[in-house]
């Protein structure tokens, strides 16, 4: 079982920076997959960026491609996004979700606000 927990959210001028941390409890969490997705009002979840394992893998929206970067400290059990140059429609609740096969994402955290003003 593992419990996720978001945090690093907040309000953020447009151009702004902030990064978001995935803490995870377990002692395997060093054996998951991680994705980060969000969710703006009114529209469907999307994917955001994910990471394999061991680090040495991820993949990005398009949206995000050059803006955003994912990393993970398996040593922290934590999983990053650092979000530069941010703009209002990257406005939305952001999630991290983790699970053994990649894109297969059996636990989710509760979730982090991200605003970005203009």
């Known amino acids: 079982q593992v419990q996720l927990v978001e945090s690093g959210g907040g309000l953020v001028q447009a151009g702004g920076s902030l990064r978001l941390s995935c803490a995870a409890s377990?002692?395997?969490?060093?054996?998951?997959?991680v994705g980060w997705f969000r969710q703006a009002p009114g529209k469907e979840r999307e994917h955001v960026a994910d990471?394999?394992?061991?680090?040495?893998?991820?993949n990005y929206a398009n949206s995000v491609k050059g803006r955003f970067a994912i990393s993970r400290d398996n040593a922290k059990n934590t999983v990053y996004l650092q979000m530069n140059s941010l703009k209002p429609e990257d406005t939305a609740v952001y999630y991290c979700?983790?699970?053994?096969?990649?894109?297969?994402?059996?636990?989710w955290g509760q979730g982090t606000q991200v605003t970005v003003s203009s």
């Open positions: 979700a983790a699970g053994h096969v990649r894109y297969n994402y059996a636990y």
């Open positions: 377990g002692r395997t969490f060093s054996t998951y997959a």
């Open positions: 990471i394999n394992w061991s680090g040495d893998s991820t």
